[in-house]
């Protein structure tokens, strides 16, 4: 199993948590679903995407081999490599929704 992972505000995965497929909120404008891969990483996109988001924000634990669309991993402008998802993420591939955790203004990793 290779597991990537996706974040999301709470209040907006709501709207899709019982669909078949998820869509960001920034889908139609960039053309894919920006994730991530390794916790590292992780706790860096999280606090340079959401560093003054303060609602729940959850953690998409996805399993890529379930993935239906096309992923590529590209290089982005920090230099790192982000698996993006091309096209709806199917609901099968989420394997558990968790909550990322703020500490004194930083977001990190929830207990696995």
Known sequence: MSIIYCLAPEEYWQNYKEEAQ???RDY????????TKGDDLLVKVANRVYPSYD???VLLVIDENRIGSEVKYEQA??????PHIYGPLNMDAIIQVKHMVKRNGVWDLPAF
């Open 28 to 35: 139609e404008q960039e053309g894919f679903i920006h994730a």
């Open 22 to 24: 998820y869509l960001p």
């Open 55 to 57: 609602g729940n924000l």
């Open 77 to 82: 402008k920090d230099g790192n490599l982000y």
